[in-house]
């Protein structure tokens, strides 16, 4: 998909979900304004993870916003999920990119990078989008890297559209949008708040 293209669809704000979630909330975290969920659940079965991105799927369909599944391109194309985003340790992104074109033409794929020559390698295999990070200090997956910082993440823009993450917060996915961030995901800004509702409508205005 051309980049222009995905920059039209490609959500400002992912909030990642997994079965632990209060899933309820989903409906109203649409409303609010969050555009993009990505399901990610290690510890689920192939099996589990289907049935919980149909559900996050069907949660969300009345509000047009964006479900892309972690790691899994089967698991994508067989609930009909709008696209992809694919670690270090996935399948490659360009297998994933002719599969898709030849599956599901339209399907956004996403891959992490951690600086700007993986940014680079990423859309010259096909990728739509760059999930680019850890941004700052997080607590939400083990073995990460150092924190990236925003000066990276600027030194990596104009290649892909670029998702910041790691330790993103309202002040944080302000300060990254203007870094050059087509938008942010979250994890604990979200579903460890005590009002996830309310961070979430936070969160959609730092993003705006």
């Known amino acids: 998909m051309p980049a222009k293209e995905v920059t039209d669809v490609l959500p400002h704000l992912f909030c990642l979900t997994s ?3 209060d899933l309820s909330l989903l409906p109203a975290l649409a409303e609010a304004g969050v555009d993009g969920f990505q399901v990610r659940d290690k510890a689920a079965t192939t099996r589990e993870l289907v049935a919980l991105t149909r559900t996050v799927l069907d949660a969300v369909a009345a509000y047009d916003a964006v479900v892309v599944v972690d ?5 994508a194309l067989a609930t009909g999920a ?3 985003h694919l670690g270090g340790e996935d399948l490659a992104v360009g297998d994933a990119r002719r599969i898709a074109d030849a599956a599901a033409p339209g399907l ?3 891959a992490t990078c951690r600086d700007r020559a993986q940014v ?3 859309a010259a295999a096909g990728a739509d989008y760059a999930g680019f990070g850890p941004l700052f200090a997080t607590s ?5 890297p150092d924190p990236r910082g925003l000066d990276a993440l600027a030194g990596a823009t104009g290649v892909l559209p670029l998702i910041g993450i790691g330790g993103v917060d309202a002040p944080r996915a302000s300060a990254a949008r203007a870094a050059g961030a087509h938008g942010v995901a979250v994890i604990g800004a979200l579903w460890r708040q005590p009002d996830p509702l309310t961070a979430a409508k936070e969160l959609v205005a730092a993003v705006a």
């Open 19 to 21: 079965s632990l979630d």
């Open 71 to 75: 790691d899994r391109l089967d698991v």
């Open 82 to 84: 709008h696209g992809v």
């Open 108 to 110: 956004v794929v996403g």
């Open 120 to 122: 680079e390698a990423a």
């Open 140 to 144: 939400s997956k083990d073995g990460l």
